[in-house]
């Protein structure tokens, strides 16, 4: 599976994105996706996943409210709307893809990533 990440840019704090990651190169609708961002100096941390019929959605406490995870199947792609954007949010947003719904919130957990957008929030 090729996952190709897209909807970064520059906004201003209180701004919206919505980030998109395009699956190719298998049936993704079997794989959990989820969103990871990582910060300059910093480890990659979890955002956001959902399960492969989209019944269940997972958040990090820093993002719950403010961010929906979503999917189309029928489109092999998978959304992150991000509402009211704070400084704090500005990272290397990556999508990736695992089998097991346990490993959700664990970088480690999943087999594959796409290339990175960058999202970068102005005060």
């Known amino acids: 599976v090729q996952l190709q990440a897209s909807g970064g840019g520059l906004v201003q704090a209180g701004g919206s994105l919505r980030l998109s990651c395009a699956a190719s190169g298998g049936t993704s609708s079997r794989y959990v996706m989820g969103w990871f961002r990582q910060a300059p100096g910093k480890e990659r941390e979890f955002v956001s996943g959902?399960?492969?019929?989209?019944?269940?959605?997972y958040y990090a406490d820093s993002v719950k409210g403010r961010f929906t995870i979503s999917r189309d199947n029928a489109k092999n792609t998978v959304y992150l709307q991000m509402n009211t954007l704070k400084p704090q949010d500005t990272a290397v947003y990556y999508c990736?893809?695992?089998?097991?719904?346990?490993?959700?919130?664990?970088?480690?957990?999943?087999?594959?990533w796409g290339q990175g957008t960058q999202v970068t929030v102005s005060s």
């Open positions: 959902i399960s492969w019929s989209g019944d269940m959605t």
């Open positions: 990736a893809a695992t089998l097991s719904i346990v490993n959700v919130r664990t970088p480690s957990g999943y087999y594959y």
